[in-house]
């Protein structure tokens, strides 16, 4: 527990600032919602306006701007994607912070098994997530409530404020195994920005291809906030996909990290 | 009874060599000296030993199970410093050794103030304001506060000054008194020639020679200096068992091991002004060592 206690103490600051700042973007851009939901109808127009494979990519083909939850995907789709880059970089960072700070003399030679500390790390970066989320989700459910002038979809809502989870769960154990697979990492961030941003072009452009295979490739693709408006629930296929890469991540973490070489300094 | 047994220990990363067929073994309650230039796999061994690396063929074992299988049960009664020291940067020293403490049972908390007291130490400076020479004192503290049975020092006492180097050896030899067998790896000799008994010597990733100290120094080299009127004819001195030959002006010195008749026999007859016959340092032994191949 004391190596949990330790990260958890070691992302602090850095957990703060993205929760106030997932949250906070969030916030500021539905407070624009009251003032242009009576143009809601012309925006609409002017999407519809637009050639098809432009309004596909932007995800309002079948766009019907007539309740909260419909504009509340857009900004989602953002937080989606930041949130992201942040998992990634926990992901990214737990382990390979040891070697890059050259702290792994001193945490690997104390009696405990690599599994145990790799464990401990994964876990500590599962509780910042979950915080995160929780923190997200308070924050938009509060907004949404009193935005929104009437009832609105409750599932719906979780639906989508979920997908944070999920997705940041995802990029968490792939940037795990990111650091494991490779032998020394000197910067996180434009790994995990590069990485996020490649899964989130492939979706982009599969929102205007509508390829099958290429759907399976991107993890922004299992939670198309758009879909979900439409089937009221995940992707069963999605689902089990994700779970399975997930845990194959996880797997090679362990696997890789039992085997590997600390770099002397 | 052996602590440390290595056996055919062989690293390689990648295609470059680390350490080739390494064997020794260090018994129990001994200071063991291990020494080498730069690069010529002390670290290697160490790190192998500790299981932060593994090995690519051959097997170590300490307290007599292997360091890699056992390693987590086993680290619990080593202390390591390392050559350099790094620690999570915000902490303050206080709480990276609390962090350290953690992971050991039964740890004697006043262990902390008290080491601490010996280095001179401030517990309450943050990591990241502290000069190497003091990072260092933290892991001097660090390495022994949960008072290891094996204590694995690694080029210990780089930034060190003389005065807490010697507060240092004080407490290895303490911790050693008590009981605690010492591995000490150095390029330093004097420092080694200070503590250790036995020696081992590295190079290029074999072990060139095991040796007890003394044996080395008294036994078997002695360092000779002599001072001529007139001209020296070094071929004069050239005879088995006599190495680093160095000529300045009309000053001879070598060292020499075998019959010292030998060599009086040579300078019979000669005009001398001066000559001294020493114990010589580890150093000179240990050149010597190293040019053998060269």
């Known amino acids: 527990m004391n190596i949990l206690k330790q990260e958890l103490r070691m992302g602090r600051k850095s957990l703060i600032i993205w929760c106030l700042s997932l949250a906070g973007i969030l916030v500021l851009f539905m407070l624009i919602y009251p003032s242009i939901s009576s143009q809601l109808e012309d925006f609409q127009k002017v999407f519809k306006s637009f050639p098809l494979e ?32 942040q998992a990634m970089n926990m992901g990214v960072a737990v382990i390979s912070s040891e ?89 996180v961030l434009p790994i995990s920005m590069g990485v996020v941003f490649i899964f989130y072009i492939i979706f982009l452009l599969n929102e205007t291809l509508k390829d099958e295979k290429l759907g399976l490739i991107s993890p922004f693709g299992y939670f198309d906030l758009s879909e979900l408006s439409k089937t009221m629930n995940y992707d069963s296929l999605y689902l089990l996909l994700w779970f399975v890469l997930v845990g194959l991540f996880i797997f090679l973490t362990f696997r890789l990290f039992a085997r590997k070489d600390l770099p002397s300094i | 009874m052996n602590v440390i047994e290595i056996n055919q220990l062989t690293k390689y990363y990648g295609k470059h060599r680390g350490i080739e067929n390494v064997n020794f073994s260090v018994e129990e309650g001994e200071i063991f000296g291990f020494i080498g230039p730069n690069g010529s796999g002390k670290s290697t061994t160490i790190r192998a030993l500790l299981s932060l690396i593994h090995p690519t063929s051959g097997t170590a074992t300490i307290f007599g199970k292997d360091c890699i299988k056992y390693g987590s049960e086993l680290r619990r009664n080593i202390g390591y410093l390392p050559s350099e020291v790094f620690y999570y940067d915000h902490m303050k020293v206080i709480e990276v050794l609390k962090y350290s403490a953690s992971f050991y049972d039964d740890v004697d908390y006043t262990r902390i103030q008290t080491l601490a007291d010996v280095m001179d130490l401030d517990l309450n400076k943050r990591i990241d304001d502290l000069s190497y020479g003091n990072k260092k004192k933290v892991g001097i503290v660090q390495g022994l506060l949960h008072e290891p049975k094996l204590i694995i020092l690694d080029e210990p006492t780089g930034g060190l000054d003389p005065l807490i180097q010697q507060k240092f050896f004080d407490l290895i030899r303490t911790e ?86 030998r060599i009086v026999e040579r300078l019979q007859g000669q005009a001398l002004l001066n000559m001294l016959v020493e114990e010589p340092n580890l150093e000179e032994i240990f050149m010597h060592y190293y040019q053998k191949e060269d």
Do not use: W
């Open chain 2, 176 to 261: 050693n008194k008590k009981g605690a067998t010492v591995l000490f790896s150095s390029h330093i000799l004097s420092e080694v020639q200070k503590l250790c008994g036995r020696v081992a010597i590295i190079k290029d990733g074999t072990i060139v020679k095991i040796e007890n100290i003394r044996n080395m120094q008294k036994h078997n080299y002695k360092k000779f200096t002599l001072e001529y009127r007139g001209v020296i004819d070094v071929h004069h001195f050239n005879l088995d068992g006599i190495t680093n030959l160095t000529l300045n002006e009309n000053t001879l010195h070598f060292l020499f091991k075998g019959d010292i008749n």
């Open chain 1, 54 to 85: 432009f309004q596909r990519a932007l995800g309002v083909v079948d766009l019907k701007l007539d309740t909260i939850l419909s504009y509340y995907q857009f900004p989602f789709t953002y937080i989606l994607l930041a949130g992201a880059v």
């Open chain 1, 99 to 187: 070697v890059r700070e050259k702290t792994g003399d001193f945490l690997f030679v104390k009696p405990v098994t690599r599994n145990r500390i790799i464990s401990m790390k994964i876990l500590a970066v599962l509780v910042q997530i979950l915080i995160t989320n929780a923190f997200v989700f308070v924050a938009a459910l509060i907004t949404v409530t009193i935005l929104s002038a009437e009832p609105y979809n409750v599932k719906l809502f979780v639906l989508i404020t979920s997908s944070l989870l999920f997705i940041q769960i995802f990029f968490a154990s792939l940037g795990l195994f990111v650091s494991a697979f490779l032998r020394r990492i000197r910067t």
